[in-house]
């Protein structure tokens, strides 16, 4: 393999595409500045020239051109000053602009062996239509630094400016660059649709997270923690009975004290060698106690406590901090705010949580064709799920404040998206295809939203379309139809949540379907299911997806992959009820 530094150059906004951070802008699951990187993955040195990004590793160095955006023979210029600085720099640079989605690392490794076998100083690679794009080269490091020391200033230069005479071009598959939204849509156009585990990872991954916030007990519910939670207090926060019985000190038999502890009473007087006093599950017990006795395991004879022959010997005391000491952590950041956790939370004596979330949704429900109340005229249709979204969002911890219904019109998802700032997550059911109606995708690309997932590799669900708007908030098109909106919901909203909040993932629950072979098809399939007697499940072949009649009676979902067979494992995705 050919030894190669690498200069990136990732300058922030593109004015062809209204100021939007073009190498940012994802296609095909990833962002253009990490295919960028992906395809100089293998270079000893990687610098990145633009804003900063504190996403990036820190093994890339990140510099900034002076003046920012003084163009790229000037980026070119900071990036190769950065490299001079490293010891052993390497004799062939790469310099690769972060605009070309579709360029591979086998297409620059082929660019690095020309520029060895070529008695030239640069080698360029040119696009199908053979016009070279002097942004993706390897360059000899010393033509590199003549170049630049010819030209009195480096602000506002053409790359031409720049190249030298003696070049070679080599045409390559994947070196078309996206300068404008056309090129950006017709790029996504030729991305496969992801699978479902790529979509999860880029949502985990790559929506914004929310703000972390401190907020009281009782308003944590389905929000994620921020921080680690750990005990104020310890617990016990004293040594207290475990058991109804008798607190004892040295060995039997004791004489029985007539006072008794109870639980939230005050704490008997201390005991003496020999004596005992009843007490309560739950009470203090008094200084000088060896141990608790339960009932079942002694008798009374006057004032005589014996132990019964043949009993276990037991301490029923449950010691201060036997659960937990001040400081003991409780519960990762990033552990789903439940039930358990806010007792857990309560008996640890705190009173608040840092927390991101719990999420916000608006859903809006489209087409002129829908219809929520009232008689229906010739050519609608009852809207059969956006009564129930908000009860199905609250399944997966997603609180919706609002429910509107969006007519077809061609700015309608404009206004949409420009009033989403006040929610973490827009829900939209329809006009995520292509038809003439669909209209979301389109307002996405004009409000400069990131595409984060195109397309889905699954059935139902394969037009569903996820986003985030500049001002932060995520929008989940599902497809229109009932079954397909939900059942697509059910296998996109854990991951939202997640990425949203930084909740940690839960591992998928496997069910073996007994009958996988006769659902399977060329395309992943969300189908329901049932529990058998013999333990293992059986899915439903053929399901109708304008209603939910087909989830009547079901437990929930199976993902069900390509080529499955009888009895395969497969992921399950609980229905909320």
């Known amino acids: 393999m050919t030894t190669v530094d690498a200069i990136v150059l990732a ?16 296609v095909g699951g990833r962002s253009m500045l990490e295919a960028a990187l992906a395809a100089v993955a293998s270079s000893v040195r990687t610098v990145v020239v633009g804003p900063h990004r504190p996403e990036l590793s820190p093994s890339i160095r990140q510099v900034q051109e002076v003046p920012a955006g003084a163009g790229p023979v000037a980026a070119i210029a900071a990036g190769l000053r950065a490299l001079e600085e490293c010891d052993f720099p390497a004799e062939l640079i790469v310099v690769l602009a972060a605009d070309m989605p579709f360029l591979t690392a086998e297409a620059i490794e082929e660019l690095a ?44 230069q053409p790359m031409k400016a720049l190249v030298p005479v003696d070049t070679v071009m080599v045409a390559l598959p994947g070196v078309t660059d996206c300068d404008t939204p056309d090129d950006v849509r017709r790029a996504r156009a030729r991305t496969a649709p992801l699978t479902l585990d790529e979509a999860r990872n880029i949502l985990r991954d790559k929506l914004s997270r929310l703000p972390v916030r401190q907020t009281p007990l009782r308003s944590a519910r389905d929000a994620t923690l921020a921080m680690p939670l750990t005990a104020a207090e310890a617990l016990p926060r004293f040594d207290v009975s475990a058991m109804d019985g008798y607190a004892v000190a040295g060995d039997g038999p004791w004489r029985l004290r007539h006072d008794v502890g109870f639980a939230g009473g005050q ?36 004032e005589l406590l014996h132990r019964l022959p043949d009993t276990p010997i037991r301490d029923d005391v449950r010691r201060r901090g036997e659960d937990w000491q001040p400081g003991d952590l409780i519960a990762e950041a990033g552990t789903a705010v439940s039930t358990p956790l806010i007792s857990a939370a309560t008996a640890a004596e705190v009173a608040a949580l840092a927390v991101r979330g719990p999420v916000r949704a608006r859903i809006v429900m489209t087409g002129d064709e829908i219809r929520s109340e009232g008689p229906l005229r010739t050519g609608q249709t009852r809207d059969s799920i956006g009564p129930v979204l ?4 609250s399944r997966y911890g997603i609180h919706a404040a609002e429910r509107v219904h969006l007519r077809d019109t061609p700015n309608g998802f404009d206004e949409v998206l420009a009033a989403a700032s006040d929610c973490d997550l827009l ?21 400069a939203a990131r595409i984060l997932v195109h397309r889905l590799h699954l059935r139902p669900g394969g ?80 399901i109708r997806t304008a209603h939910l009649a087909g989830l009547l009676h079901r437990t929930g979902l199976a993902i069900v992959p390509p080529n499955s067979p009888d009895h395969a494992l497969v992921e399950f995705l609980p229905l909320p009820e």
């Not at 300058?11 to 994802?26: F, L, Y």
């Not at 002097?134 to 360059?139: E, M, N």
């Not at 003496?272 to 339960?294: C, D, F, L, N, S």
Request: charged residues 15%.
């Open 463 to 542: 037009s569903t379309v996820v986003a985030e708007t500049p001002t932060g908030t995520a929008v989940l098109g599902l497809p229109g139809n009932p079954y397909a909106a939900i059942a697509t919901l059910a296998a996109l909203a854990p991951a939202i949540v997640e990425g949203r909040t930084a909740r940690t993932p839960t591992h998928p629950f496997l069910i073996p379907l007994a009958n996988a072979a006769s659902i399977t098809g060329p395309v992943p399939r969300l189908i329901p299911v049932h529990p058998l007697p013999d333990g293992t499940w059986s899915g439903d072949p053929t």
């Open 427 to 447: 829900v939209i059911v329809g006009a995520t295809g292509g038809g003439a109606a669909d209209q979301l995708r389109d307002a996405l690309a004009r409000t």
């Open 390 to 393: 908000p009860e199905i969002l």
């Open 113 to 156: 062996g020309q520029a060895v076998a070529a008695d030239a100083a640069a080698v360029f690679a040119a696009d199908e239509t053979g016009r070279p794009q002097y942004l993706v080269g390897v360059w000899r490091r010393e033509a590199l630094l003549s170049g630049l020391d010819r030209l009195d200033s480096l602000v506002n």
């Open 11 to 26: 300058g922030g906004r593109a004015t062809r595409m209204g100021g939007v951070d073009k190498p940012g802008i994802v």
């Open 267 to 302: 704490r008997p007087v201390g005991l003496t060698g020999g004596e005992a006093v009843r007490i309560a599950t739950g009470a203090h017990v008094p200084e000088g106690t060896t141990t608790v006795v339960r009932d079942e395991f002694v008798r009374l004879e006057g």
